[in-house]
């Protein structure tokens, strides 16, 4: 039920762009965020768990919400970061702010580490050729999340960033062989619905 709510980061993350960059969004962006959080509801969250108000008013929903309000505030702090570099090429721009947020995370996570988990820092530098590949990769694609960003609103690009859970449904089909649902495939429907929106009537 936590990670259900935490997919409502697209509606906090419009909801937040407003009020920080004053950034609005139009009907249809608003139909396709509606549409594609249904479809992750769907998704994230198979009947029968809980019963009632319960089901709903837990600390488990209460941790979702919060955790997709952070996610949205982070998004938005992005792009008001990079939008705030107004000269050079929105590329450059998006891989500064990159560096930036990239340097202080590693930081912080590495006074953790040395304090709450003595010695994993050096297990990271012992096992450097995997954990390069992984830090490689993870790089990339915070280029591209930091990148769309930077040239469109947040909540559009949290909305369209969705489509990496069609492409967890097919691959469980077709390479793992795993049973669907009715529910899971009108929840994926929702989603590709939603992300057609996006890219069909919005500029």
Same mark, same amino acid.
């Given at each position: 039920?936590?990670?259900?709510?935490?997919k409502?980061?697209?509606?906090q993350? +419009?909801?937040?762009?407003?009020?920080?960059?004053?950034?609005?969004i139009?009907?249809?962006?608003?139909?396709a965020?509606?549409?594609?959080l249904?479809?992750?509801?769907?998704?994230?969250?198979?009947?029968?768990?809980?019963?009632g108000?319960?089901r709903?008013?837990?600390?488990?929903?209460?941790?979702?919400?919060?955790?997709? +309000?952070?996610?949205?505030?982070?998004a938005?702090?992005y792009?008001?970061?990079s939008?705030?570099?107004v000269?050079g090429?929105?590329l450059?721009?998006?891989?500064?702010?990159?560096?930036c947020?990239?340097?202080?995370?590693?930081?912080?996570?590495?006074?953790?580490?040395?304090?709450?988990?003595?010695?994993?820092?050096?297990?990271?530098?012992?096992?450097?050729r995997?954990?390069?590949?992984v830090?490689?990769t993870g790089?990339?694609?915070s280029l591209?999340?930091?990148?769309a960003?930077t040239?469109?609103?947040?909540?559009?690009?949290? +909305?369209?960033?969705q489509?990496e859970?069609i492409?967890s449904?097919c +691959?469980?089909?077709?390479?793992f062989n795993?049973?669907t649902t009715?529910?899971e495939?009108?929840g994926?429907?929702?989603?590709?619905?939603?992300?057609?929106?996006?890219?069909?009537f919005?500029k």
């Amino acid at each position: 039920m936590g990670i259900t709510f935490k997919k409502t980061e697209t509606i906090q993350t +419009a909801l937040v762009g407003g009020i920080v960059l004053g950034e609005g969004i139009s009907g249809y962006g608003l139909l396709a965020l509606l549409i594609g959080l249904v479809g992750i509801v769907i998704l994230s969250d198979p009947p029968g768990k809980g019963d009632g108000w319960r089901r709903f008013f837990n600390r488990s929903a209460c941790l979702g919400m919060a955790s997709g +309000a952070l996610f949205g505030m982070s998004a938005i702090g992005y792009r008001g970061a990079s939008l705030a570099l107004v000269d050079g090429h929105f590329l450059l721009r998006s891989v500064f702010t990159l560096m930036c947020v990239t340097i202080f995370q590693s930081i912080i996570m590495a006074v953790w580490l040395q304090f709450r988990e003595a010695g994993e820092i050096g297990k990271v530098v012992q096992h450097w050729r995997v954990t390069s590949l992984v830090g490689l990769t993870g790089m990339l694609g915070s280029l591209c999340w930091f990148t769309a960003f930077t040239l469109q609103n947040a909540a559009y690009v949290k +909305a369209l960033g969705q489509v990496e859970l069609i492409f967890s449904f097919c +691959a469980s089909y077709f390479i793992f062989n795993e049973a669907t649902t009715r529910r899971e495939v009108m929840g994926i429907v929702l989603i590709v619905l939603s992300i057609v929106i996006l890219v069909l009537f919005l500029k």
